[in-house]
């Protein structure tokens, strides 16, 4: 595939990808350091740790448009919520 029709399905001008492949020709090949052809690859150890989020503690509310307030505490079951939530979203006639 040409270079030019790389570039415009790509959807980039011809001239930019041009451009680019001077630059790169310009600055030269990267070079590797010396010790890094003669040492071979070092391993760091790694430690996991549990995940730093915060704990909530408080009650979550949840404000429906009828007026109504729901405190939801930590642990609760999400389907027993969602019940709640619909009873609680019902208008109560007068």
């Not at 595939?1 to 041009?18: C, D, H, N, T, V």
């Not at 680019?20 to 790169?24: A, E, T």
């Given at each position: 595939?040409?270079?030019?029709?790389?570039?415009?399905?790509?959807?980039?001008?011809?001239?930019?990808?041009?451009w680019?492949?001077?630059?790169?020709r310009?600055?030269?090949?990267?070079?590797?350091?010396?010790?890094?052809?003669?040492?071979?690859?070092?391993?760091?150890?790694?430690?996991?740790?549990?995940?730093?989020?915060?704990?909530?503690?408080?009650?979550?509310?949840?404000?429906?448009?009828?007026?109504?307030?729901?405190?939801?505490?930590?642990?609760?079951?999400?389907?027993?919520?969602?019940?709640?939530?619909?009873?609680?979203?019902?208008?109560?006639?007068?």
């Open positions: 595939m040409s270079a030019e029709k790389f570039a415009r399905r790509e959807g980039y001008k011809p001239e930019q990808l041009y680019w492949r001077w630059k790169l310009a600055d030269g090949p990267s070079q590797p350091s010396p010790s890094s052809l003669t040492e071979p690859p070092r391993f760091l150890p790694v430690h996991v740790v549990a995940d730093a989020s915060p704990v909530v503690t408080e009650p979550i509310e949840i404000a429906l448009p009828n007026g109504r307030v729901v405190r939801v505490r930590p642990g609760f079951d999400p389907a027993t919520l969602e019940r709640v939530l619909a009873l609680a979203a019902e208008e109560t006639p007068c």
